[in-house]
């Protein structure tokens, strides 16, 4: 990828977007009803960000992907992280 937009966003992230693109990829089919599923997603996500996900805040986005009651945003992952 030699587009200045994604390198300049691994510059500032320190995530190759090939990373990113892989992680997009294998997600098109996945079941984010499976508890499972998800957590795998968030480790996965964290391992690439370099951080650690607190088990609550962990749970909490688990809750909000597989129960389907809260829409998944920006904002909504934002006031999760807020509030931990």
Do not use: C, H, W, Y
């Amino acid at each position: 990828m030699d587009n200045q937009f994604f390198k300049n966003i691994e510059k500032k992230t320190g995530v190759k977007m090939q990373d990113v693109m892989n992680l997009a990829g294998s997600l098109q089919n996945a079941n984010f009803k499976d508890e499972n599923t998800v957590r795998s997603v968030i480790n996965r996500v964290a391992q690439m960000a370099n951080r650690r996900v607190p088990k609550e805040l962990e749970d909490k986005i688990v809750e909000s992907i597989t129960s389907g009651k809260e829409k998944l945003d920006f904002g909504t992952i934002s006031k999760m992280m807020d509030n931990k």
